[in-house]
């Protein structure tokens, strides 16, 4: 292993230099908001304020899944929040959420607004308003909700601790990246044993802990992020792999991973979406471009 870091850390850390790296310009000690400005609102009852990282892609996946079961009351107008512009510190994003993460979604369906923030949250409260994807058996729903709260204690270690360091880190510290890898390939591991034994996460049904885990842990199957594939040997995980191909299969999770994109080929993207027919369109420009 290579040489311990010099540093001290002073009895009382300051912030009085930018912290370096990818984020470095939305990185701050303080909440609240940075200007003054309103969210747009469209005409559907439920307004996503998103982008399509994998803590969005669970919302937009679960939206296009209901409106796939015939849930009309779940169409939705998700908006994009381009975070790495400081969308999500305006005065209107912190009113929808004080934490000024995505996804941030409010319900305008009943006699007053309902907000709704944290991807989990979103996701808990989506399910029981719509009655779907979340088991109503007492062991069924409990082993679902095991397996979403695994996933929200569990993706901190891949996205904010390996995903940070192997990728974002302005400089590449070989204890951080080992520590984290160390960690991520455990939770592999954890998900691949359940897979071995159960078709979905949560057991034979498709649910709300499937479109939690899918887009962390899915992705990083796929190879989709922070270039880790190789690194983290994530062909040996194959019941992920499996069951990962098996998602990508669904329309909704097809048409949801597309929702709020702004990276990746232009023909994956949908920037906002607002009525069911964008994705016609979209479909419509792809072929277009390829004839």
Known sequence: MTNA?????????????????????????IAGATHDEALPVGRHPLQLYSLATPNGQKITIMLE??????????????????????????????????????????????????????????????????????????????????????????APYLGGGFGHFYTYAPTKIEYAIDRFAMEVKRQLDVLDRRLAEHEYVAGSSYTIADMAIFPWYGGLAKGWLYGAAEFLSVQDYRHVQRWADALLTRPAVQRGRMVNRISGERSSQLHERHDASDFETKTQDKLAAET
């Not at 010099?6 to 701050?28: E, M, Q």
């Not at 005065?91 to 995505?102: D, E, R, T």
């Open 65 to 154: 899944e209901l409106l796939a079961l015939g849930h009309s009351g779940a169409e939705y107008d998700a908006w994009l929040i381009r975070i790495g512009d400081g969308d999500q510190f305006s005065s209107g994003f912190v009113a929808v959420n004080p934490n000024s993460k995505i996804p941030a979604l409010m319900d305008r369906s009943g006699p007053a607004p309902i907000r709704v923030f944290e991807s989990g949250a979103i996701l808990l409260y989506l399910a029981g308003k719509f009655g779907a994807f979340l088991p109503t058996d007492a062991a069924a729903r409990a082993e679902c909700l095991s397996w979403l709260f695994w996933q929200m204690g569990s």
């Open 5 to 29: 870091s010099d540093y001290v850390p002073p009895k009382v850390w300051t912030w009085n230099k930018p912290s370096g790296g990818h984020f470095a310009n939305i990185n701050r000690p």
